[in-house]
């Protein structure tokens, strides 16, 4: 897979095969541990196991042994669907969704090295409030407040909108229903909430969803009383599902850092072919701004994996261009401070780009639309590959500079605008040479550009590794 100009370098993947989301994300005895869901038999959904990898300092990333694989006969013998860590009085303990076609319930497994889990039968919570499905009951995330424990589940009330559960429990065992934590209010934001994700943040609490059936992320940010979340401000997470079942953790330095999972957005022939499927995004550190609003940017580790500054031609070559660069593995800093604002102006870069421009992709700022968007439509010239625009609005304060980080890694597109706008994305250009960037201004703006070469976040030679034996 080394040669696969798909497959991403300081993105996490698994070994081989399909993984889909972040589970579990903890730090533990001087280890962050990223679980996904995952399959180890096939690069398509099914059979779900959870993966495991570990990190000293959130940038070298080794695999450990598949940590959850479902149970003949159990409560989580069709899946070990997605959840959460806890250390519940001093012992690690997973809580995720047992599937089987019949149901879906709440699980929880016991470690003591974190490698080798250990399910729990009895704790098993097998039935959903009244007016919420079997099969709309899942992703329990676990949290502690006020010196109790709370799990947050998400489900559909009445097969109809979005719902988070609220449990609550003294000993992290016996679990007692408190209510519903948050009813969509609004119909368009899907029928079903999957990886409700609950957390304090600055004075306030943030609630993220993620839209069944792939329909995209939502935040909330608001206030926790009396065990109901009142909700204050609310925004996209992630346009188009291009990120999906966001889950979060406390840093031991208090930093709350997120990960997302982000699909293929091709065939699944073309998926066989290679044999993986999914990628991460970088953790991201997040924060409320003074407005209130959720603000997320790359954690500054990730500048860790800057091999090299990459060469940066300024040129007037090509009317609008500014300046060119190349690379597939990048992590691109470009600042724009826009002197006048007027129609038809537009700003941005593009990647991936072929010397013949049969492809390219470009990212384009329009300061009179307060549009920021990622075009996909020349951005491979395979015809099984989704190329759809995606877009998102973002308002610059007067006299705010636009700034972009973009971090481009093979297929993987992710760019975060002002710390308040991601996008994210994949893209699959045909071309080998298909390795060029430029930036470019329609208008009147100035630029400061910087380029780096990326390196790779995984600790040596990958395989799949078996799950250790119970003994
Ligand atoms: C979200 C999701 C979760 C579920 C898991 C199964 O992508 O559908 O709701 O637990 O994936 O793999």
Redo the contacts with the bound molecule.
Sequence with gaps: MTSDQHRPRFHFTAPTNWI??PNGVCFHAGRYHLYY?YNPNAAK?GD?HWGHASSADLVHWRDEPIALAPTPGGADAG?C???SFALVAGQPTLYY?G?TAQRQVQCAATSDDLQHWTLQPARTITTPPPGVGVQDF??PYVFRHDDRWYMVV?ASLHHARGQCLLYRSDDGIAWDYRGPLFTSPDLTLGRMW??PNFFPLGDRWVLTV?I?L?LGAHWFVGRFENEVFVPESDGVLDLDAGA??HLTMQGPDGRTLQWA?MNEQREQARIDADGWAGAMTVPRELSLDARGRLNLRPVAEIAALREAPVDVTTSGAQRGVVATFAGRHLDIEATFTIRSVHDSQKLGLTVLASPDGSEVTRIVFWPDARRLSIERARSSTDALVRRQDLHGTLLLDEGEALHLRVLLDGSVLEVYANDRLALATRVYPVSEASVLGSVFVEGEADVALQVWAMGSLHEGPRSVLARPTQD
């Design positions: 889909n989301d869901q959904w779900i899946g669907f997605s959840g969704t599937y899942r992703d998400g999957e990886c993620s069944w792939g999906f079942a999972w």
